[in-house]
């Protein structure tokens, strides 16, 4: 079965970086597009970057404003998310997503078919 095992959040201060690993098994991972959303306490969950199955397009939702960049490694099955310029406002849990169906793009939730369980992430001085 899918799984999507996310790793890599914890506690930065403003200004800071971290990298998102997620993990992929269980599909063909260079055939599906890979999204990274977040959730806020008390928001909706937010798109936050996609990555088609070749890496040939990539897309960001607004508020990244070329802070974030995601990126995939077929080889070993993993997308990254790399966070620089962390803000308080990015505080959230983390998740990593795949589409619903291959060689589909994918942006909104309902366009991926499982996630993982996600990543805290905490920026805060």
């Known amino acids: 079965q899918v799984q999507l095992v996310e790793s890599g959040g914890g506690l930065v201060q403003p200004g800071g970086s971290l990298r998102l690993t997620c993990a992929a098994s269980g599909f063909t991972f260079s055939s599906y597009t890979m999204g990274w959303f977040r959730q806020a306490p008390g928001k909706e969950r937010e798109f936050v970057a996609g990555?088609?199955?070749?890496?040939?397009?990539?897309y960001y939702g607004d508020f990244v404003k070329g802070r974030f960049a995601i990126s995939r490694d077929n080889a070993k099955s993993t997308v990254y998310l790399e966070m620089t310029s962390l803000e308080p406002e990015d505080t959230a849990i983390y998740y990593c997503a795949v589409a619903a169906f291959a060689f589909h793009g994918a942006y909104y939730s309902t366009d991926f078919g499982s996630w993982g369980q996600g990543t805290q992430v905490t920026v805060s001085s």
């Open positions: 990555i088609t199955w070749n890496g040939g397009n990539i």
